[in-house]
């Protein structure tokens, strides 16, 4: 056993000072960063969207009972778009049509492509003379199921065919035969990763439309569509159900049904961005978080964590358990591990994470403020490590570090190391011991 000099307490006190200096230096670092971003964040969109309502104008496209595809179309769209438009600051929409007007199908992919779209999104209906057809599918540009006897080669004809309508159409879509829609494939191919990607927001927007909305989903399909065909960006083509079909008119057009569909395909699309975030390694979490903190100013003297977890069980910062949340910190008091997430002096970020953890399954997690905690704790100690092994104050084990505590605690010894006035001051020390190869130690509260 072994015990402190005085000079550790001199060391301490200088640490202090120039621990509080260097806090103010990263705090003014940090501000200046944060509006730095948000302010290209406003300017620069990370996501741009292309919605096209189908057909429009004098195409009126199916229609059943008085009811027109058109309608249906553009009121999901609309519904849609003011969703993502005040949900989604990342993200931008670009609309084909906003009224009741018609652009020719190769302009609506000209416009997501001028705009740099990441994502084409085309809306439309289906209509069968059996009128017990109903269901959604959701299809991607694609040369399968398009033989002329198949039901399928019907779905791209009918939509194809509106450029009968066009003016110039022979021109537009060179070579395009329609009683042969392979013929589109000719124009362009769609590239293997646009093909990858169309496919899997297609696979989950089908799954959204039956468990979402209880709907008949009739699967991800490919074919030669013709507004999709030019589009230099993962693009679909959804088929929100047969205004043919008695069920499916009365859901279509209705505000409730059109509702519904809209919030299905917002969260096909949320579901879709998180994942092209994630693989393009762009962190939506935590600039929202910056652009909250821009608005506020920190809480003084306060530091917010979310204790996640108190435990008798040690994990490391990474570990599974954490399901995902990074650099949790473990504090140790009496036999018990306590483990936070985040650490923030403002409200809102705090709040924000808390979210986040309770978003990762930890439903008990709270705030608490970390500094007044800090002040009623008192004093802290690092423990290097436990171990069955009893080391002597030379042993190669403590490399070399002087005044090593050594504690019985059966049937384990604990290594103890320095005393610290603030956690701060702790886990300074504690990113030193770890560089020096003391890879387990953690932060202990003096009993
Ligand atoms: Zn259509």
Redesign the pocket.
């Known amino acids: 056993m072994i015990f402190k000099t005085p000079k550790i307490q001199y060391f301490l006190s200088e640490q202090l000072i120039f621990t509080k200096i260097n806090i103010f230096y990263v705090f003014a670092c940090v501000f200046f960063l944060v509006s730095e971003n948000s302010y290209s964040q406003e300017k620069e969109p990370h996501f741009t969207l292309t919605l096209d309502a ?2 429009g104008g004098h195409d009126g ?2 229609n059943s009972y008085g009811k027109m ?1 058109k309608d249906v179309t553009l009121a999901v769209v609309r519904k849609l778009g003011e969703k993502i438009e005040k949900e989604d600051k990342d993200v931008k929409i670009i609309y084909t049509r906003k009224d009741d007007s018609y652009p020719e199908l190769y302009r609506r992919a000209e416009i997501a492509n001028q705009s740099k779209s990441d994502l084409f999104i085309s809306i ?2 289906n209509s069968a003379s059996n009128s017990s057809a109903k269901g959604t599918e959701t299809w991607v540009l694609g040369a399968q199921n398009s033989k002329k006897k198949d039901a399928n080669f019907s779905v791209v004809a009918k ?1 194809n065919s509106v450029v009968f309508l066009e003016k110039n159409y022979k021109e537009n879509y060179d070579g395009y035969d329609p009683n042969s829609p392979e013929t589109v494939i000719g124009m362009t191919l769609m590239q293997d990763k646009f093909l990858e990607n169309s496919l899997r927001f297609a696979q989950l927007m089908e799954e959204n439309f039956q468990s979402n909305e209880g709907r008949t989903s009739r699967g991800v399909k490919q074919g030669p569509f013709l507004v999709l065909v030019k589009t230099a960006m993962p693009a679909v083509l959804i088929e929100t159900g047969f205004i043919s079909n008695y069920e499916d008119r009365a859901f279509l057009t209705s505000e409730e049904g059109q509702n519904k569909m809209a919030e299905s395909i917002y969260k096909t699309f949320e579901q879709y961005k998180k994942e092209y975030y994630k693989k393009s390694g762009y962190d939506l979490e935590n600039t929202k978080k910056q652009e909250v903190k821009i608005k506020e100013n920190p809480v003084p003297n306060t530091e917010f964590k979310v204790q996640i977890l108190v435990s008798r069980y040690r994990y490391s910062g990474d570990a599974i358990q954490f399901k995902g949340l990074k650099n949790v910190e473990v504090v140790k008091k009496k036999d018990r591990y306590h483990y936070f997430y985040g650490s923030t002096s403002y409200k809102s970020e705090s709040e924000e994470n808390l979210k986040e953890a309770k978003r990762a399954g930890f439903t008990d997690a709270m705030l608490v403020d970390f500094d007044k905690k800090e002040k009623e704790e008192g004093k802290y100690t690092i423990e290097l490590m436990m171990s069955k092994d009893k080391y002597s104050k030379n042993s190669s084990e403590l490399k070399g570090l002087d005044n090593v505590e050594r504690i019985k605690i059966k049937p384990d010894y604990q290594y103890l190391y320095g005393t610290y006035n603030s956690y701060q001051q702790a886990s300074l020390e504690l990113e030193k011991l770890k560089k020096k190869g003391f890879t387990n130690s953690i932060i202990v509260i003096q009993r």
């Open positions: 189908g057909h496209g199916a595809e439309h209906c939509e």
